[in-house]
């Protein structure tokens, strides 16, 4: 009898290992500005728990050995294939659905052979287990309902992220067609969470220019803010322009697939979700006549833009040769007004790839470098990312020796996604997207140039945005002063950011995005 025990209690240990198995594997974070993975594996074992005392030992076998298997599954395909089997299968249809077979092939026999094992398992644990008594199990269940829903209540988009309830909430909403809520729960998959209704009942004043109009944002790269003359860095690294300079400007995060979607959205920063399904503020460019843009060296799942039109381009040269072309090619398309937004590679790693070096400020010897910098090759790195900022304001200048060849009132303003660690201080970190923002990889600058047509129709504006341009501004504020420089009025869903155009910032929290719906004092790092 105590044998029977023991074998029951070792195959109901076996089975809780492979149902965890895939949190640990498959379904935890890969990037450290994710969701925690201890929370995951938090809801991950009151979901375990919560089938094992509501459903009974044979219940719980019989439910969760769909899950035990397809766990096995995906845990391999990740492992072995690199492949993401829960979004393959969510996203797979006509044409792509052999990819989910593509990632398990050629392992068909090895599954039936899992399929029949995890079979004996569970009949052998239900066989060997005794009954058990119902007033310990009652007591169990209320526990586990009062926890989940603390978790839930705590970190709802967590909650749903975690194995195996990302499987059933996410089958349910691709069943439901929420594809918002599948990119909430599976936020890095192909899937364009924006919804095509959502509206930021923008309008114009009657006074609005009847002729061409042209407004740009350059997103930039790994860009901070200190390196830049303006700001106190090298005076080489400025605009060959005229242009007014914001040198304390907090990054909605301090990587890029959380603070661009932030930059070009109306999220707070402690917003759950990656990309959201509101529109971004192109949006409200195209609700008063604009033609929008989007030209991108990146991909295009990082914001998941809602331009008019797109086009996407390999980063295999300096921004200055890949974007220009497409810039000229969107402003001789027809349209009196347009809004194009430029999306580089900037100043990012690895910073020799970002320049040509014909044109470095510097001559820096790349091969010497190293992979990572440490503390004796600091220097040598510092000069190569110099070069790759001085490349980054080099396209800057492209773009607005191009722009303002045009007849348009035209603005343009440049921002870089996040800054960037090159062993600032005795933490010793390097690059950007770390467990924890800093000072030195959330501190980015805030250009804005306008051409002399545009200066002499809205000179207050431009007088008061100069006068503002020392004060402790944020993402946040950037597209607000965009669409103010184009007197778009328009629904804002943030009491605390400003048009630095009209308003200077108060006193205010600069939150950073630490983690999808988590947040850090941007003043404090």
């Given at each position: 009898m105590?044998s ?11 089975w ?6 895939p949190a ?9 500005w994710?969701?925690?993975?201890l929370?995951?594996?938090m ?5 375990i728990a919560?089938a ?9 076998f019989?439910l969760t050995?769909?899950?035990?298997l397809f766990?096995?599954?995906a845990?391999w ?9 829960l ?5 797979s249809?006509?044409?792509?659905r052999?990819?989910?077979l ?6 068909w026999?090895?599954?039936l052979l ?14 060997s ?7 310990p ?14 978790l839930?209540f705590?970190?709802?988009m967590i909650f ?13 909403a ?16 192909a ?8 509206t930021?009942?923008a ?5 609005a220019?009847?002729?061409?109009e ?11 803010a ?10 080489l690294?400025?605009?060959r322009h ?7 400007v ?8 959380l ?5 070009i959205?109306?999220d707070s920063?402690?917003s ?5 399904s509101?529109?971004?503020f192109?949006k ?9 843009y989007?030209?991108s060296v ?31 090619h969107?402003l001789?398309?027809p349209?009196l ?7 580089g590679?900037g100043?990012h ?10 044109h470095?400020?510097?001559a820096?010897?790349?091969r010497?470098?190293?992979?990572l910098p440490v503390?004796t ?43 960037e660690?090159l ?25 804005l140039?306008?051409n002399?047509?545009w200066k ?18 944020m ?12 007197n ?11 048009d ?18 988590d ?5 404090k790092?």
């Amino acid at each position: 009898m105590r044998s029977g025990k023991r074998l029951g209690l070792g195959l109901v240990a076996i089975w809780w290992v492979l149902l965890v198995l895939p949190a640990v594997v498959a379904f935890s974070p890969s990037n450290s500005w994710d969701v925690s993975p201890l929370a995951l594996l938090m809801v991950t074992v009151w979901a375990i728990a919560s089938a094992w005392f509501a459903a009974g030992p044979t219940g719980f076998f019989v439910l969760t050995y769909p899950f035990a298997l397809f766990g096995l599954c995906a845990a391999w395909a990740g492992v072995m294939r690199q492949a993401d089997l829960l979004e393959i299968l969510l996203l797979s249809g006509g044409p792509e659905r052999h990819e989910a077979l593509t990632a398990l092939n050629p392992y068909w026999m090895g599954i039936l052979l899992a399929a029949l094992i995890l079979a004996l398992v569970a009949a052998g644990a239900i066989r060997s287990l005794p009954t058990r008594s119902p007033k310990p199990r009652l007591r169990a269940i209320a526990w586990l309902v009062t926890a989940g829903c603390a978790l839930g209540f705590a970190m709802p988009m967590i909650f749903f992220r975690a194995w195996p309830v990302n499987v059933m909430s996410l089958a349910l909403a691709k069943l439901l067609d929420k594809r918002d809520f599948l990119a909430t729960a599976l936020p890095y998959g192909a899937i364009n969470p924006r919804a095509a209704g959502q509206t930021w009942k923008a309008s114009r004043s009657s006074g609005a220019p009847s002729g061409r109009e042209t407004y740009i944002l350059i997103i930039g790269e790994s860009v901070r803010a200190d390196r830049l003359g303006p700001c106190g860095g090298n005076a080489l690294l400025a605009l060959r322009h005229e242009a007014i300079t914001f040198c304390d400007v907090v990054s909605g995060a301090s990587g890029t697939h959380l603070s661009v979607p932030l930059l070009i959205s109306r999220d707070s920063a402690d917003s759950a979700p990656r990309v959201s399904s509101d529109a971004t503020f192109m949006k409200a460019f195209e609700e008063v006549g604009f033609d929008t843009y989007w030209l991108s060296v990146q991909d295009q799942s990082i914001a998941w833009p809602d331009a008019m039109h797109s086009t996407y381009l390999p980063p295999s040269a300096p921004d200055r040769e890949t974007l220009i072309g497409p810039l000229k090619h969107a402003l001789a398309a027809p349209g009196l007004k347009k809004l194009i937004v430029l999306h580089g590679y900037g100043a990012h790693f690895n910073y020799c790839d970002r320049y040509r070096p014909q044109h470095a400020l510097q001559a820096v010897e790349c091969r010497g470098l190293g992979a990572l910098p440490v503390r004796t090759t600091r220097p040598q790195w510092l000069s190569s990312y110099d070069n790759a900022i001085f490349e980054s304001l080099a396209f800057v200048d492209a773009v607005i020796d191009v722009i303002d060849s045009v007849d348009a009132e035209t603005v343009l303003l440049y921002t870089s996604d996040h800054g960037e660690n090159l062993l600032d201080d005795g933490r010793n970190l390097v690059q950007h997207a770390l467990a924890t923002p800093t000072l030195w990889d959330t501190r980015v600058p805030a250009i804005l140039w306008a051409n002399k047509t545009w200066k002499v129709n809205h000179d207050s504006w431009w007088r008061a945005l100069g006068a503002n341009q020392k004060a402790h501004a944020m993402h946040g504020d950037l597209t607000p002063t965009l669409l103010g420089a184009a007197n778009i009025h328009y629904e804002e869903l943030r009491p605390q950011v400003v048009d630095l155009g009209r308003q200077r910032p108060g006193n205010r929290i600069r939150w950073v995005k630490r983690r999808l719906g988590d947040t850090v004092d941007g003043d404090k790092l």
